[in-house]
Nanobody, 125 residues
Framework: VQLQASGGGLVQPGGSLRLSCTIS????????INWFRQAPGKEREGVSC????????FYANSVKGRFTVSRDNAENTVYLQMDSLEPEDTAVYYC???????????????????WGKGTQVTVSS
């Protein structure tokens, strides 16, 4: 089982990025996927979650209205569209799964079974 986050980079405040989480080794159809982030010196925090059938999505209050999570099960990929980025969004972003079909809110790091390598997002002018 492998997850790989990609799409990070340097962007100015107010800009946008789209992160991708590509899954291999299992069928994405059955599992909810979570996004987490970790800023320097801070604990890893939940950002978003999307259920296996895309019927439910959850967002941290800090990103609600700016970030949108989606998935393409046929492509085994989950996306995180990030708009109106702020310097406070600077972090390493990770995708993960607890191998359940439904989300438990944005999720807790300790509850995840599989993690992907992160991708760095830097918001700076």
């Amino acid at each position: 089982v492998q997850l790989q986050a990609s799409g990070g980079g340097l962007v100015q405040p107010g800009g946008s990025l789209r992160l991708s989480c590509t899954i291999s080794g299992f069928t994405l159809d059955y599992y909810a996927i979570n996004w987490f982030r970790q800023a320097p010196g801070k604990e890893r925090e939940g950002v978003s979650c999307i259920s296996s059938d895309s019927a439910s999505t959850f967002y941290a209050n800090s990103v609600k209205g700016r970030f949108t999570v989606s998935r393409d099960n046929a492509e085994n990929t989950v996306y995180l569209q990030m708009d109106s980025l702020e310097p406070e969004d600077t972090a390493v972003y990770y995708c993960a799964t607890d191998t359940l079909s439904n989300c438990r809110g944005v999720g807790r790091p300790a509850g995840m079974d599989f993690w992907g390598k992160g991708t760095q997002v830097t918001v700076s002018s």
